[in-house]
């Protein structure tokens, strides 16, 4: 199967700012599409995407020269090359773009084109996408990550900790998974109204709270699970993404609503205190992106009883992520298709934390599209656990029911390991999961 076209166009993301659309077009006529995503917290080592800088235009967002790069330098590029083979498409991508970041052409332009390609190639042999990606290999539902409080650069630093989340360690089903979440979801809701402490939705769909402390969050978190009528721990944790990148300046971690500084040692054990006191099964970057020696310090105080996800550390990247396995800071990591930049990439950063038995974590972006295809990247590479941010918002929602869908399609083959997962890493689990 041949590639006879390629196209771009800018559309717009979950936040109302300009994004890429590629558009994939086989000799038989068969199209795939790939819109891309765009983080608000994101890492220094992240593949950078293109925009104009135009101040006159979008505030300086628009993405017409990553579209132009599309049209006039990738499209005659793979003008006929074999779509079904993902991994010397991409090599072709990278090498025309010729740059560690992926600067020149724009992450944002290469990784359209590498979705929509692996759409397309899909659509061509008449398969699922999950099915495509996975080699039919892929049946395990993941386990939602649903973030219930946004805080950090998704709700304006209204409270420091930018993600709290809530995940049905309990659920035996995804369904069911997913009938939990709503009831704390619902239930959060309705004790942020009674409390006078509900501002709004944050970047990802979750509550935009009014608390004072970010301890207060947790411990409304936990009310929550309670009033929907779960056990805290035992039938609903909590996940906390710190996202400490964005707290770090000049040594000193700082709670900006809180007015205290920490540096990393009395940072890791507030946090290692934490996960003593609340009913939490991961933490993701407790540390910041190059606190390497912090995140040695959170590995060693929180031993093995939370998933420590690395995200800002990693990006994505299999030189980072392998730097990590050997130095033992993580037990798991974030992937996050934008952030390297290819689906081929992508891949091998899961397939490289499977190998080291980690958990990898496939997730969204704040500022996201009505794309599913993490959807079904989490079924292809059997990860078990995805983060796409609430349970409202469509671009949010679309991901949910695209599983739901999925799993009629797997039918009998369906499977759901749900909390069980962290088994594979949690050695003294806290949590009775």
């Given at each position: 199967m041949k590639i006879r076209a390629i196209d771009a166009?800018?559309?717009?993301?979950?936040?109302?700012?300009?994004?890429?659309?590629?558009?994939?077009?086989?000799?038989?006529?068969?199209?795939?599409?790939?819109?891309?995503?765009?983080?608000?917290?994101?890492?220094?080592?992240?593949?950078?995407?293109?925009?104009?800088?135009?101040?006159?235009?979008?505030?300086?967002?628009?993405?017409?020269?990553?579209?132009e790069n599309v049209r006039r330098e990738i499209a005659p590029a793979l003008s006929g090359h074999d779509v079904t083979d993902q991994p010397s498409l991409d090599r072709r991508l990278m090498d025309l773009d010729g740059t560690q970041n992926k600067s020149r052409l724009g992450a944002n332009a290469i990784l359209a084109v590498s979705m929509a390609a692996a759409r397309a190639a899909a659509a061509g042999m008449e398969k699922s996408l999950f099915n495509y990606l996975g080699n039919g290999r892929g049946t395990v539902l993941p386990l939602p990550e649903i973030q219930l409080f946004g805080g950090g650069r998704h709700a304006n630093g209204r409270v420091d900790v930018q993600d709290f989340m809530i995940v049905a360690v309990g659920a035996e089903t995804y369904e069911q998974s997913?009938?939990?979440?709503?009831?704390?979801?619902?239930?959060?809701?309705?004790?942020?109204?009674?409390?006078?402490?509900?501002?709004?939705?944050?970047?990802?769909?979750?509550?935009?709270?009014?608390?004072?402390?970010?301890?207060?969050?947790?411990?409304?978190?936990?009310?929550?699970?309670?009033a929907a009528g779960y056990e805290p721990g035992r039938e609903v944790a909590l996940s906390l993404d710190i996202a400490a990148s964005e707290l770090y300046r000049d040594g000193q971690y700082r709670f900006g609503v809180e007015g205290r500084s920490f540096s990393s040692e009395s940072f890791a054990e507030l946090l290692s205190s934490w996960v003593d006191r609340y009913p939490i099964i991961s933490i993701e970057d407790p540390m910041a992106e190059e606190d390497w020696e912090g995140w040695a310090l959170v590995r060693k105080l929180f031993g093995d009883r939370v998933q420590l996800i690395?995200?800002?550390?990693?990006?994505?990247?299999?030189?980072?992520?392998?730097?990590?396995?050997?130095?033992?800071?993580?037990?798991?990591?974030?992937?996050?298709?934008?952030?390297?930049?290819?689906?081929?990439?992508?891949?091998?950063?899961?397939?490289?934390?499977?190998?080291?038995?980690?958990?990898?974590?496939?997730?969204?972006?704040?500022?996201?599209?009505?794309?599913?295809?993490?959807?079904?990247?989490?079924?292809?590479?059997?990860?078990?656990?995805?983060?796409?941010?609430?349970?409202?918002?469509?671009?949010?929602?679309?991901?949910?029911?695209?599983l739901l869908r999925i799993q009629r399609e797997l039918g009998s083959r369906a499977q759901f390991s749900g909390g069980r997962i962290y088994g594979q890493i949690l050695k003294t689990p806290k949590l009775k999961v």
């Open positions: 166009f800018q559309i717009y993301d979950s936040r109302g700012n300009p994004t890429i659309e590629a558009v994939v077009t086989l000799d038989s006529g068969v199209c795939g599409h790939g819109l891309v995503p765009s983080g608000a917290s994101t890492g220094r080592n992240e593949a950078l995407e293109l925009r104009d800088g135009d101040p006159d235009r979008f505030g300086g967002r628009s993405v017409f020269r990553a579209i997913l009938e939990m979440t709503f009831d704390v979801f619902h239930a959060a809701g309705e004790l942020l109204k009674k409390w006078g402490k509900l501002s709004g939705v944050a970047d990802e769909g979750g509550y935009w709270p009014a608390f004072e402390s970010n301890e207060e969050a947790i411990e409304a978190a936990i009310g929550a699970i309670v690395g995200d800002d550390l990693f990006t994505t990247n299999l030189q980072r992520i392998q730097k990590g396995v050997e130095l033992g800071v993580a037990n798991a990591v974030l992937i996050k298709l934008n952030q390297i930049g290819t689906v081929t990439e992508t891949l091998e950063a899961i397939q490289a934390t499977q190998r080291a038995g980690w958990l990898p974590v496939i997730s969204a972006r704040s500022g996201e599209t009505e794309d599913t295809f993490i959807a079904h990247l989490a079924v292809a590479t059997n990860a078990g656990q995805l983060k796409v941010g609430s349970f409202c918002r469509g671009e949010r929602t679309a991901k949910w029911n695209e």
